[in-house]
Structure formats: C-alpha cells, structure tokens
C-alpha cells in the first residue's frame, strides 16, 4: 500500500485548495461566497491550465515563501507538461490561448479525470479522494498506477463549486464517460506519463531532442515564411505516419470535410513574430511521439505501467 506521503505527491493543487474549503467549513456555503473570500474571478477552474489567477491567489495564501512556488507547480499542476512549449521555463509572465480556443481545437476532454480504483484507495488510506494531477495531464485515457481507464462527464467540465471525486452525486456519475479501450491510446497514454516524468527531472533532454528533431526535418535554426508550405507537407506526413486514431484522438473532427487539418508543425515553427501565446504543449507531445515511433529518441524509454510504486 502507498504511503500518505507517496500518495499527496500525486495530488492536483486544487485538491488540497477544495480539501482546505472543507475543514474551514465552506462545503455549506454557496460557492460564490468561497470565491469571494478567496478573491476568485467568476471563472471556472480548468485542470490542464497553469499560472490562472486561482492557482496564483491559492499559492500565495498557503505559501508566503515564493521560492517554492514553481516547484509546488511542478509536482502538483501540468506545468511539467506545459515545459515542453518552450525551451525556456514557462512563468506567469507567458501568454497562453484562451481556454475556448483549445476546447473548439481538441477532441480529448478538458475536464476533470478519476480512476475509480484511485477513488476507493484514496477512501480506504485517507477518508477521503483526490484529483490526481497524472490524470489531467492532457489526452491521457487510462490511469498511471492502475491502468484503469479513466472518467470525466459534463458534470466535471468546471471546478465551479466544493467537488472531489468521492463526492460526485449518483446522477453525475450516471453521466460519467471513458475513452474507448484502445492498444494505441493505452501506448499514447504510457508516452505521456514516461515523458512527463523527463520534463522533472531532465528538462535538458527534452530540449536537446527538440533541437535534434528540428534538424532532422531539415529546419534552420531560424524559421521564416519562405518555409511555410515546407512545414504544411511535413505536417501532413507526420499526421499520415501518427495514424488516424491518435489524431482523431487529439483533433476535433480530424478527418470529416471541411475540418481544418491540425498542421502539427505548422504549429510548432510557425515563421512569423506575431504570435505570443505558447503553444499547446499536445503539439510537442504529438511530434516527440511520432521520433518515438520511428526511434529517434536517443536513450527514451517507456516506464513501468502501470506504476505502483
């Protein structure tokens, strides 16, 4: 059995933020009064973004000393995915996409995620369940300790009131959905969960991947316009090579006429300077992905999963 220690290292910061409302005895007060004392927007909470205002307030309540902030993020919220959108660290001083933009991009849920086997562990160890921060990792569709595929619904769209997983009414749960069982995503997932991993602990890595991939699609260090329709070819084969099922996995109604073709690379060298937002760091995942496939990730290996320990 993991220990309570083993077993908050995996938890995501709003869970300790929505465990804290409980013990203060905000679960009988209306939501908008917790976020008033809080001095929330009225914004809904989204597991896969970083540096929102509600993580930034939440931090700085609980964690006076800002010297831990990023490395409270990087265990406990998707920074560690969002590091692969720049060679650089990601800070609240970045831009990022409004979240409507990725939801109208994406075809893999946005929302909450639970394994089921978790939850009844969680109970059983702590009294209580926990958002794991794994299990929002974006696209993922099975769980890292157990393998289980993992849930969302409508209901777990926002974090718009006190939820953790045990607390999800009979009705909610009725709703609650999972991605189909799938060899491919279940080695999609396993890619996820063993890269996220580098991100932790070996970021230099990631970036020197990065810079070998570049060359080895026979890119200049700076790109430019002229290399546009180079990169829209390039971004077709990588998308013919990942399969049908990964990008239909990640790109909303990827395939169907008159769907808008993801242009992977594209994406990641775009050529030009007006654009300030980082890049979704699932366009990244999808590129060190197809180097897998094709074993140009020199030293990578997939971990153990799932992974217990």
Not at 16 to 32: D, E, I, K, T
Request: with cysteine.
């Amino acid at each position: 059995m993991r220990s309570n220690s083993q077993i908050l290292k995996r938890e995501h910061l709003m869970s300790a933020w929505a465990r804290y409302n409980y013990v203060r005895g905000f679960a009988h007060l209306p939501f908008a009064r917790c976020r008033e004392y809080w001095g929330f927007k009225i914004l809904h909470i989204k597991p896969q973004r970083v540096f929102t205002a509600e993580q930034s307030i939440f931090l700085e309540k609980l964690f006076p000393d800002k010297t831990q902030h990023q490395k409270i993020m990087l265990s406990h919220t998707n920074l560690s995915q969002w590091s692969l959108s720049k060679m650089s660290p990601i800070t609240q001083d970045d831009e990022f996409e409004p979240a409507n933009i990725e939801q109208r991009a994406f075809a893999f849920p946005m929302s909450w995620k639970f394994c089921p086997t978790c939850c009844r562990e969680d109970r059983d160890k702590l009294g209580f369940s926990y958002w794991h921060r794994n299990h929002q990792l974006a696209s993922v569709t099975r769980c890292d300790l157990h393998g289980d595929l993992l849930f969302t619904g409508p209901s777990l769209d926002t974090f718009d009131r006190l939820v953790l997983p045990h607390s999800l009414s009979e009705r909610e749960r009725s709703e609650l959905t999972s991605s189909d069982n799938s060899n491919t995503l279940n080695e999609w997932s396993a890619f996820i969960y063993s890269l996220n991993a580098i991100t932790q602990t070996n970021i230099d890595q990631i970036n020197q991947w990065k810079r070998f991939l570049q060359d080895y699609i026979c890119l200049p260090p700076r790109v430019q316009q002229k290399h546009v329709p180079g990169l829209v070819e390039k971004s077709s084969i990588l998308a013919e090579e990942l399969g049908f099922e990964i990008m239909a996995h990640v790109f909303r109604d990827y395939g169907k006429d008159g769907a808008k073709e993801p242009r992977v690379l594209y994406r990641l060298f775009p050529g030009m300077t007006y654009r300030r937002s980082e890049t979704h760091p699932i366009y990244w995942t999808l590129f060190l992905f197809w180097a897998y496939k094709n074993n140009l990730l020199k030293g990578f290996t997939i971990c153990d999963y799932p992974n217990s320990k």
